[in-house]
C-alpha cells in the first residue's frame, strides 16, 4: 500500500482518541467554569450582553489553548489526560485567581461593562499562553 495511507489507517484511530479525550477534557472545563461563575454567562450572552459575550468568548480560546500544548508533546493517550486534566484545574485557578484580583467583575458583567469585560478577557487568554508555553516546555 502507499505509505501516506499506511500511516493514515494506523495514525487516524489513535487521532480520534487523542481528540475525544481533550474534547471530554475541554467540556469538563466548560461545564465547571459555568458553574463556579457567580453570574449566568450563558444566559447573559443569549439576552444579548456583550460583555459576557467578551468573557465567555475568551474562556472558550483560554481553555483550548493549554489542552492544545498538551497535545504538542504527547507520549501517549494517559499522558494527554494526565496533562490536560492538570492544566484544566490550573486554569481554572488562574480564572478563579484573575476575579480576586479584579474585585466586582462579575456584577460589572451583569452590567455590560464591555471594557472591563475586555480586560479580564485579555487576562485569561494571557495566563493561558503562559500556561500552555509552560506546559510545552
Known sequence: MI???DSLANGF?????????????????????VKLTPHKELE????GNMAA?????AL???LALPLAACLVNKFSLFDVALWGTISLFLQLFLFRLTDAIFKGMPQRIVDDEVPAATVLAAFKLA?????AFAISG
Open 127 to 131: 495566563g493561558s499562553i503562559i500556561l
Open 53 to 57: 459575550a467578551v468573557s465567555f468568548s
Open 44 to 47: 447573559l450572552v443569549q439576552n
Open 3 to 5: 505509505p501516506a495511507l
Open 60 to 62: 472558550v480560546i483560554s
Open 13 to 33: 484511530p489513535w487521532l480520534i482518541f487523542y481528540l475525544l479525550v481533550v474534547t471530554a477534557i475541554y467540556l469538563l472545563g466548560l461545564f465547571i467554569y
